[in-house]
């Protein structure tokens, strides 16, 4: 006999939102409300425009385990995430300025996007951000955030970007995941938004999502005991019913979703599965609470979009 499947009880969403309503960032709490009351997109657009600078590229710690002021690529690629959820369209003047910024940034003899500022040792920040043990990295093209952007910048209308500097990334991107057996998972997860972008060209779509199929299996960690730490859970990559690397990961899936439910703590949070150790303990503090707010919205989107909440 089929186990009965198991959802988030009324009382337990309950507590999530109003955690949300009371602790949360007033973005997380206004996205809460346009997502499952009848609170505009309007005031979404204005907390996120909160975190924009005045050369367009987003910072103030939108990310919140990078807590420098100036803009990056990091906190950016964040922004247009939510951008793309709640539909806000590009052509919408912070929007675009947003894009240009990108289109600045890029470094076009490396084809690369530096995920955050030179200057971060300045700054509260997770201890994987410290400069001098990543540097090498952080100047070499990578597909974590690069492949993510391009899928923005393409989705902007390519008005702010050169033809060829475009067709040379995209073929940058195909050729690093062929020539690959094994994908980290921030790159994967950036390859996966560059998926969603809707003015990418079908042959690229289709080499992609052939790369991709290939890797995502490697990457996916697909028991509960790893979940307690921090990995890639099967709904990160099937955020959604009837995403194309669904098959063969059923199981997985609805041991995941089932497994979320189970982790809500009695306030009717997730927190983070991760710290930043001895550094920085007072503003990983607020970090801490900035990701509770962060997780639960996340948790509750993927528990609604799976018809998990009751």
């Known amino acids: 006999m089929k186990n009965e499947q198991k959802n988030l009880r009324t009382d337990a969403f309950k507590k999530a939102a109003l955690f949300l309503k009371t602790n949360a960032r007033p973005l997380e709490r206004t996205r809460f409300e346009h997502i499952f009351a ?19 590229g987003f910072g103030q710690a939108l990310e919140p385990d990078l807590r420098a002021p100036e803009s ?10 939510i951008m793309r959820y709640h539909q806000i369209p590009e052509g919408e003047p912070f929007v675009r300025r947003a894009i240009r910024y990108l289109a600045d940034t890029l470094d076009r003899d490396t084809l690369h996007w530096r995920i955050i500022p030179k200057g971060i040792d300045a700054y509260p920040h997770a201890p994987w ?41 995209m073929d940058r991107v195909i050729e690093q995941l062929d020539s690959i057996q094994k994908i980290e998972m921030h790159d994967l997860l950036c390859c996966l938004r560059l998926l969603e972008a ?113």
């Open 38 to 56: 009848s609170g505009s997109v309007g005031d979404v657009r204005i907390e996120l425009m909160k975190f924009q600078n005045a050369d367009g």
């Open 72 to 81: 990056s690529a990091l906190c950016t690629s964040v922004a247009f995430q």
């Open 129 to 169: 951000w410290n400069q001098e043990v990543r540097e090498t990295g952080l100047a070499a093209f990578s597909l974590n955030p690069t492949a993510e952007i391009l899928g923005i910048v393409l989705d902007g209308g390519g008005a702010d970007f050169e033809p060829s500097i475009a067709s040379q990334l």
């Open 198 to 310: 809707k003015n990418l060209p079908s042959t690229v779509r289709g080499r992609l999502m052939e790369a991709l199929k290939r890797l995502v299996s490697g990457s996916i960690a697909i028991r509960p005991d790893q979940w307690k730490g921090y990995c890639l859970r099967p709904l990160q990559v099937i955020h959604h019913p009837d995403s194309p690397f669904g098959e063969g990961l059923e199981d997985a899936v609805a041991l995941n979703l089932e497994y979320e439910i189970e982790e809500q703590m009695k306030n009717g949070t997730w927190s983070p599965t991760w710290s930043w150790g001895d550094q920085f303990p007072e503003a990983w503090e607020d970090a801490k609470r900035e990701w509770t707010g962060v997780l639960t919205l996340e948790k509750l989107i993927t528990l609604k979009r799976f018809n998990r909440v009751t």
